[in-house]
């Protein structure tokens, strides 16, 4: 059985475009593997945080996780702060990765923009943190998303570079998991990713929404006024059809050729409503559970410390032998 590592930012109430892509996808590999799911606060502050917030974007992540089925006691589910053997790697890790392979991060680059020189020492050393996660547990398996397999990548090449410096075979080959997951639009904007950034609260589906907002949000969702194609080249070029067809096809778990060969050549008002009704019937017991598990913090708070600690039994071992092997007095 291999050990499955994820990390999510704990960033407050996931959207659909969480949901779909990630969360959906730990919550299935629960059935035939070891997980360990992590909420990575040392992570969040590679770029400011509001202290509370930040505490409170943890407790709504954790909500969030449980109410989709993320099962606590046969699995694993904490925040990474609680487990400083994550740090004490990382900082092995800073030394054993190489300028010129973090130089060469697209992610960095990306959230950096032109004003590097004004970001957090952290967001740079950001990989090599989330290389020590994986490793601290010796994973195997590791689902993500398209845009960290880069940093999968990089992992893998500080894995080896340790394993040579200190000529051993300590740490395994990372294998990323990257499932075939819907790619989650803006319901404002087909050509944008759906986020928690935009201002418009009308872009997005959050985990908590009820039945008479995501019907809402669905009806407003931008369009074009051609009816829908029945062939899904028909698609091409309209991103917004794109994006409620994909939805439809990824929460009701059929091909989108299905669902064009059902709602082909109707008009969008018929294909919204059945829409927002497969989105409630997914969404809907989610966020019902979710504004329950929020009424009891402290219910919450003991999920974390119960996962914490069961992480730092396995933890312990691995990285008191890494730090063993690089000459440290254990
Ligand atoms: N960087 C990941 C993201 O933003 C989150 C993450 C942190 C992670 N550590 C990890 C994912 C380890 C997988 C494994 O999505």
């Not at 590679?46 to 909500?63: I, S």
């Not at 590097?116 to 020590?132: D, I, K, T």
């Not at 404002?188 to 907002?213: F, H, N, V, Y």
């Not at 829409?275 to 019902?288: F, K």
């Amino acid at each position: 059985m291999k050990r499955v590592f994820s990390g999510i930012q704990p960033s407050g109430i996931p959207h659909l475009g969480n949901y779909l892509g990630a969360i959906r996808n730990w919550v299935t590999l629960q059935e035939e593997h070891e997980c360990i799911f992590c909420l990575v606060d040392l992570h969040a502050i590679t770029v400011w945080q509001d202290p509370k917030e930040l505490q409170e974007h943890t407790l709504q992540q954790t909500a969030v996780l449980l109410a989709a089925g993320i099962d606590p006691q046969r699995h694993i589910l904490f925040n990474q702060s609680a487990v400083s053997a994550h740090a004490r790697l990382a900082w092995i890790f800073n030394c054993v990765s190489r300028l010129g392979w973090l130089n060469r991060m697209t992610q960095f680059k990306d959230k950096a923009g032109k004003n590097r020189e004004n970001h957090s020492a952290g967001l740079y050393v950001y990989p090599n943190l989330m290389a020590a996660d994986i490793l601290t547990y010796k994973a195997t398996l590791v689902p993500v998303g398209d845009d960290q397999k880069q940093h999968i990548e990089l992992a893998n090449d500080i894995a080896q570079k340790f394993n040579h410096d200190y000529g051993t075979d300590f740490f395994p080959q990372i294998e990323p998991f990257t499932p075939p997951a819907a790619r989650v639009m803006s319901l404002r904007d087909g050509t944008k990713k759906m986020s928690k950034s935009d201002p418009s609260e009308q872009s997005r589906i959050d985990l908590t929404d009820d039945a008479d907002t995501i019907a809402q949000k669905v009806r407003r969702a931008k369009t074009d006024s051609d009816p829908l194609p029945s062939e899904t080249e028909g698609l091409a070029e309209r991103p917004e059809a794109r994006n409620l067809v994909g939805l439809y096809a990824a929460v009701s778990s059929t091909p989108p050729e299905q669902v064009l060969a059902e709602f082909g050549g109707q008009g969008f008002g018929t294909f919204k409503s059945a829409l927002a009704d497969r989105l409630s019937t997914t969404i809907g017991p989610i966020a019902d559970e979710t504004r329950r598990l929020l009424d009891d913090r402290s219910h919450l708070l003991s999920v974390l410390r119960n996962g914490a600690d069961r992480a730092r039994a396995i933890a312990e071992p691995i990285v008191t032998e890494a730090e063993q092997l690089v000459g440290f007095l254990r």
